[in-house]
């Protein structure tokens, strides 16, 4: 598991020629990291006013962050999992006209599932940039550059799963999938302007 790795074996797998890990997974490490920023500013004692809303507003979010935190980094292997079924049916053989159907077939499957799972990180990335705000306004003064970086870690994932998805939609065969896949993250990007 990509997760497991130490960071300089992570980075190996990321600069290796092989086609996983790639984008997906980095956008996910990137929203593994925001989450993470987000839960020790959230976590840290002193909050931007010292006020029982301050805390509050940060312990109800603490949870979230955390979850969303796991969640990325189940999708960093998630990703490079999916591409790897892309990869797969590629190779599945194509001599006869049923073969070439099977593989057709094949090919649809695994390209909607990877589009699926970026498309999962682009919905995880929405929300931490959501809770960005939340921790900005109510968190440490004094780590107002942390909460900085998490947002910018966040819009990272959610860029670099959208680039994923886009790049992935054609290949699903599914023109009604496309179009709603295409919808959301419109929909996502504009919840997080």
Known sequence: MLANKTLNDLLDAFASPAPTPGGGSASALAGALSASLLAMVAAMPKTSHG???????LDAIHPQLLALKTEMVTLIDRDAASYDE????????????????????????????????????????AKLVGHCRVVAEHGNPNAKSDAG???????????GASLNVETN?????DPAFAEQARTELAALKKQMA
């Open 86 to 125: 892309v990869v797969a049916a590629y190779r599945l053989p194509k001599a006869t006209d049923a073969e070439k159907a099977a593989r057709k077939a094949a090919i649809g499957r695994a390209m909607r599932l990877a589009t699926d799972v970026p498309l999962e990180t682009a919905r995880a990335a």
């Open 169 to 173: 939609l054609d290949g699903t065969g």
């Open 149 to 159: 970086v998490a947002e910018s870690m966040a819009r990272t994932a959610f860029a």
């Open 51 to 57: 006020t029982p809303e301050d805390r509050a507003a």
